[in-house]
């Protein structure tokens, strides 16, 4: 099962969801406005999400990558790798329901 997931992992998804997050949490540290780098995370990994063609594990997975790489940039405390990768897995699951009701 392990071996399947590796082999079936796109990148594009994940490049742009993080190039999004990124931006907007960015702007959220500048202009000391939290939410936005909040709800920056949350559409990283729906737009990951959003974008994968495979099943919602894998959309869950790429919001949680999406997250860990923005809590990076968010320095504050330990709590912010876990929160920040929970953010995403939502915003990625957010994405995948988002993607199924649309087609």
């Known amino acids: 099962m ?3 997931i590796a082999s079936n992992v796109e990148l594009m998804p994940i490049v742009i969801g993080v190039v999004v997050s990124i931006i907007l949490v ?3 540290l500048l202009s000391s406005i939290g939410a936005i780098g909040i709800i920056g ?3 990283g990994g729906a737009i990951s999400g959003f ?3 495979n099943s919602t594990l894998y959309a869950i997975i790429y919001g949680a990558i999406v997250g860990l790489i923005s809590s990076f940039l ?3 405390s330990v709590f ?3 929160f920040c ?3 995403g897995v939502f915003g990625g699951f957010v994405g995948k329901v988002a993607q199924s ?3």
């Open 2 to 4: 392990s071996e399947d």
């Open 26 to 28: 960015t702007i959220g």
């Open 41 to 43: 995370i949350v559409i």
């Open 51 to 53: 974008l994968t063609n």
């Open 74 to 76: 968010i320095l504050y």
């Open 80 to 82: 912010a790798i876990p």
């Open 85 to 87: 990768m929970v953010l």
């Open 101 to 103: 009701n649309l087609k």
